[in-house]
């Protein structure tokens, strides 16, 4: 498991763990006072079969951290086998976490199940993409079911299971369709003022969310630029 955990000390964020996996080796990049940027780099061919990936990350309280994925990752062909992916992050209060992750892509063969799992204590705020492509060009894509839970001070702000792994069933309208890319943005812990719908939709507590769908990868992010941007210039000025 890759551990990250970054810390305040006198106004200047450390980093206080930075653990290595078995897939991943986080790297520092640089400490601006509070503010601390963070590599996760692959250290081999991730996700084969039987692959179990774990990211654990920590912000302590006034600390504010950016994780940053020089490469995407790919879920290959499993042969029958199975591959998973894991993060749990916990934000501490006036914390702020942001992580726009690379292309995940799930090849032909695939069977995939990741899970996301963030802890926001009050007054904290998570602001993450990712971008989920179901197979590689001139694939169908193997098997996704991609799970996230957000509890912000002890309560559910966003909870969602995404069932991916039947190609029939992911194609039909209202799911899918004729798209293979799904870019999600997220902001979790704090409501921008201004909203822009769509794609953008508010959560029921103080959040929103984004989504993409496209037939390519570089199409669903683009279509998600401009809300990144907001909310980032966003999080930037009330941290």
């Keep these: 498991m890759a551990t990250v955990s970054v810390e305040l000390v006198d106004g200047v964020a450390r980093a206080a763990v930075l653990r290595a996996g078995d897939h991943l080796r986080p790297r520092l990049l640089g400490i601006d006072g509070p503010r601390v940027r963070i590599a996760l780099v692959g250290v081999c061919a991730t996700l084969l079969a039987g692959d179990d990936l774990r990211v654990e990350v920590a912000v302590g309280s006034g600390a504010h951290l950016e994780l940053v994925e020089p490469s995407g990752m790919v879920a290959y062909d499993a042969r029958g086998g199975h591959q998973r992916w894991a993060a749990d992050v916990h934000v501490e209060s006036g914390g702020s976490l942001v992580w726009a992750t690379a292309p995940f892509v799930v090849s032909g063969g695939a069977d995939v199940e990741r899970r996301t799992g963030i802890v926001l204590d009050d007054g904290a705020v998570a602001l993450l993409s990712e971008t989920l492509v179901l197979g590689r060009s001139g694939e169908e894509g193997g098997g996704l079911r991609s799970k996230l839970r957000c509890a912000l001070a002890g309560r559910d702000l966003l909870v969602e299971d995404l069932d991916l792994r039947s190609p029939e069933l992911r194609k039909a309208p209202g799911i899918l369709g004729d798209c293979r890319v799904l870019a999600t943005a997220a902001l979790l812990g704090a409501r921008p003022g201004e909203r822009v719908s769509p794609p953008e939709t508010p959560l029921a507590g103080p959040g929103s969310i984004a989504r993409s769908l496209a037939p390519h990868a570089h199409s669903a ?19």
Excluded: I, P, V
């Design 221 to 239: 992010e683009e279509a998600l630029r401009g809300t990144w941007e907001r909310w980032r210039r966003f999080l930037a000025s009330n941290t």
